[in-house]
C-alpha cells in the first residue's frame, strides 16, 4: 500500500505561481512512476508532468516550460512548480505512483487561477 499527501494548492491570479507537493508513505525510488494529473470540470483526466524509470521526466505540452517536476528520495517527496499559471490550468491536482503493478492516488489538491 501507498499513501500519497498533497499540499500546496490554492487561488491565484493569472501569471502568479504555486508550489505543489506530495509525500509519499514509502521510498519513492521504489515506484515506476510518480508525478502528478489533473482534472478540470466535465473533462478527463491528464497527465500534467511524472518521473518515469530511469529518471526521465515527461511533460503535457500546455505546462512545457511554465511547470517543473522535481523530487527528493530522503524525504519521499515530489514537487510541482507551477509558473506563469492561466485561468486554463485551474483543475484539481492529484499525485499518483505506480509501486509493483498498481497505480495510488492522493485526494488531490484544487488550483484555482483567476483572469
Known amino acids: 500500500q501507498v499513501q500519497l499527501v498533497e499540499s500546496g494548492g490554492g487561488l491565484v491570479q493569472t501569471g502568479g505561481s504555486l508550489r505543489l507537493s506530495c509525500a509519499a508513505s514509502?521510498?519513492?525510488?521504489?515506484?515506476?512512476?510518480m508525478g502528478w494529473y489533473r482534472q478540470a470540470p466535465g473533462k478527463q483526466r491528464e497527465r500534467v508532468a511524472v518521473?518515469?524509470?530511469?529518471?526521465?521526466?515527461v511533460y503535457e505540452d500546455s505546462v512545457k516550460g511554465r511547470f517543473t517536476i522535481t523530487r527528493d528520495n530522503a524525504k519521499n517527496t515530489v514537487d510541482l512548480q507551477m509558473n506563469t499559471l492561466k485561468p486554463e490550468d485551474t483543475a484539481n491536482y492529484y499525485c499518483?505512483?505506480?509501486?509493483?503493478?498498481?497505480?495510488?492516488w492522493g485526494q488531490g489538491t484544487q488550483v484555482t487561477v483567476s483572469s
Open positions: 499518483t505512483a505506480v509501486y509493483r503493478g498498481s497505480r495510488y
Open positions: 518521473f518515469i524509470i530511469g529518471g526521465s521526466t
Open positions: 514509502r521510498n519513492i525510488s521504489s515506484f515506476n512512476t
